[in-house]
């Protein structure tokens, strides 16, 4: 499976924004989806993640009520919508799959997947 993300860019606090992955190869073996960021520095940290068929949805804390993950099947593409916007949502963010796992919630886990896009940096001035 390969991915390609886009959809960065620089917006100000309180602004949405839009971050697409498109998915291409195998994609009939995808079980999961999710975005992760990461900044300088520090871990990279899930953000949120979809199941490919059922469409169950897992949030990090601090995004859940303000980003929405989704998914288009037809399309192979997955989103991340995301509202109110604060300078703390500054990083890199990675689209990412998993085609190992099996159940009905997305993983959370960063090793669980073994598919990355490239990143996209997303910028919020305050």
């Known amino acids: 499976v390969q991915l390609q993300a886009s959809g960065g860019g620089l917006v100000q606090a309180g602004d949405s924004l839009t971050l697409s992955c498109a998915a291409s190869?195998?994609?009939?073996?995808?079980?999961?989806v999710g975005w992760f960021r990461q900044v300088p520095g520090k871990e990279r940290e899930f953000v949120a993640a979809?199941?490919?068929?059922?469409?169950?949805?897992n949030y990090k804390d601090s995004v859940q009520g303000r980003f929405t993950i989704s998914r288009d099947n037809a399309e192979n593409t997955f989103y991340l919508n995301m509202n109110s916007l604060k300078p703390e949502d500054t990083a890199v963010y990675y689209c990412?799959?998993?085609?190992?796992?099996?159940?009905?919630?997305?993983?959370?886990?960063?090793?669980?997947?073994?598919?990355w896009g490239q990143g996209t940096l997303v910028t919020v001035s305050s």
């Open positions: 190869g195998r994609t009939v073996s995808i079980h999961a």
């Open positions: 979809i199941t490919w068929t059922g469409g169950t949805t």
């Open positions: 990412a799959a998993e085609s190992s796992l099996r159940g009905p919630t997305p993983s959370t886990w960063f090793g669980s997947y073994g598919h």
